[in-house]
Structure formats: C-alpha cells, structure tokens
C-alpha cells in the first residue's frame, strides 16, 4: 500500500516562498509520474503540477512560472518551490501520482497565504 507523507506547508505573507516536499513509501516511486494536487475550501481538487518519470514537467496555467516541480528518485521524494504566493493559491496541498492518482491520499499540507 502506497504512503504518501507531505510537509512544508504553513502561513505565509503574499509574494512569499514555500517549498512542499512528500515522502512516498510502498511503490517503485521511480517509474511514475508525480503531482501536486490542492484543494481550496468549497472547490475541487486540482492537479497543480506533475512530473513525469522521465523529467518532463507540466504545470496549471494559475501557478506556471511561480511553482516549480521536481523529484529525487533516491529519496523517493517530490517537492513542489512555490514563489510569489498569492492568496488564492491558499490549500491543502496533496502529492499524488499523476496524472492518475494511487487511489489513496496523504494528510496534505496546509499552506495559507494571507497578510
């Protein structure tokens, strides 16, 4: 079974920097393609940015050139930068495979960007 452990988050002025990570356990990390996902109160979950096993990176036109994606397939580890934060991008943010999700979903992370 898939574990997925996200960290990073909290409360950060707008134009602010965070940078999420997530651990995942139980699968052969390497070969997917990973996201980050977020889910704003009242709204959908939306995947924000995913990367794919071989490096190729896609991103939601609301974050491209603020977020940036990567992986660390030693440390089965994915992290998301995130710059210049504005209120909006407020969430929990959730890693994932992607852009079909394990099925199964971490805690998230809170990230709150407010003055």
């Known amino acids: 079974q898939v574990q997925l452990v996200e960290s990073g988050g909290g409360l950060v002025q707008p134009g602010g920097s965070l940078r999420l990570s997530c651990v995942i356990s139980?699968?052969?990390?390497?070969?997917?393609?990973m996201g980050w996902y977020r889910q704003a109160p009242g709204k959908q979950r939306e995947l924000v940015a995913y990367?794919?096993?071989?490096?190729?990176?896609n991103y939601a036109d609301s974050v491209k050139g603020r977020f940036s994606i990567s992986r660390d397939n030693a440390k089965n580890t994915v992290y998301l930068q995130m710059n210049s934060l504005k209120p909006e991008d407020t969430a929990v943010y959730y890693c994932n495979a992607a852009p079909e999700d394990f099925g199964s979903w971490g805690q998230g992370t809170q990230v709150t960007v407010s003055s």
């Open positions: 990367i794919t096993s071989g490096g190729s990176k």
């Open positions: 139980g699968s052969i990390f390497s070969i997917y393609g």
